[in-house]
Each structure stands twice: as C-alpha cells, then as structure tokens.
C-alpha cells in the first residue's frame, strides 16, 4: 500500500480510540470469493444501496484510492492505508483530508463455502471531543444511523453475492444521509 504521510498516522492513531459503529453479517461464499469482489476498481456499485458511482482514482499494487457518491450527490473520497487480500482492509473517507473517518472491512471465513463480513466506521466528528460527549452522541444519534446504514450495504453485499444481480437503491430503505 502507499506510504502514509505523518498526517495521515496521527489521523489514524485519533480514530482508533473514538466510539465506533458497526455491522456483520453472514455471506454464503468464502472470504476469498468475498474479496474477490472487493478488490475490484468500483467495487461498490453491484452492491452498495445508497451508490450512485464508485469511481477508482488511483488502483494498483501500491495505492488504491477512490471515490464514492451516494444518491444524495455527496462526495466522498477513499484512501486505502491497510489492504490483506482475502481478509480485508482498513481505510480513511472523508469530503476533505482533515475530516476523515476510519472505515475497517474484516472478512473470516466460517467454512469453506460461508464467511462472515463486519464493517467499523470510528467516525472523525468524535476525535479531540471529551469521551462522555462523544459515547452520549454515539449512542444517540451517530451511532444508530451509522448501524443502520453498515447494514444496508452488507445486506446488499450478501443479496449480490446470492445473485450476481445489482442492489436496488435504497433495497433496505432510504437513509437520512446518504439517499435523494
């Protein structure tokens, strides 16, 4: 992967202590036929309910970073800092370099035909902000809103993995950030 810059580490250690959202779910093939769909330029738009385009702006062996935007229009950039072919990877999105969140994809596998996929947004809105405000803000508004979207795009994972057949935007419903 890239070298990360300075900032990009200091960024990183911030987010990992924050309050976190997240979803899992079962996917009826192994981790490796998981990954084999993400690791695809644009692997988002089969199965991601809330994308409009997934666009790869850089995607090669030592850099992958791209580009999401969402049936709302907003934009929103990835940049790859950690990549593990066939058990995931770790990486910062965010509209501008000083507003990231930390987004981890893990994949294991429960079997050699299932595996279980989790997704973790530690979000950026929490770094530098005391503690108690961030878990009180967690728990009763980011956090909710966080799981309810992680889990619209691994049930859409799972769907096109049973289908091979492109999600339907907003499948799961629609969500206040992210849908028109």
């Known amino acids: 992967m890239q070298v990360l810059t300075d900032s990009d580490r200091v960024q990183i250690d911030r987010l990992g202590s924050v309050p976190f959202a997240s979803a899992s779910r ?12 993400l690791e695809r330029p644009g692997h988002l738009e089969p199965f991601h309910p809330f994308c409009r385009e997934n666009t790869a702006l850089v995607w090669d062996e030592s850099e ?32 501008s370099v000083e507003k990231r969140s930390l987004v981890t994809w893990t994949l294991r596998d429960d079997s050699s035909a299932s595996s279980t996929i989790s997704i973790t947004v530690r979000p950026y809105i929490y770094a530098g902000k005391p503690r108690v405000a961030s878990a009180a803000m967690n728990r009763l508004w980011i ?35 992210f849908s028109r």
């Open 26 to 37: 079962s996917l009826p093939v192994s981790a490796a036929q998981v990954f084999s769909v």
């Open 64 to 95: 992958r970073r791209d580009r999401i935007v969402y049936l709302n229009g907003l934009r929103l950039d990835r940049q790859f800092v950690q990549w593990s072919p066939g058990e995931g990877f770790e990486l910062l999105i965010g509209g």
């Open 143 to 177: 956090g909710p809103r966080l799981t309810s979207y992680l889990t619209s795009v691994v049930n859409g994972l799972h769907q096109y993995l049973e289908t091979s057949e492109r999600v339907a935007r907003n499948a799961y419903g629609s969500h206040p950030w």
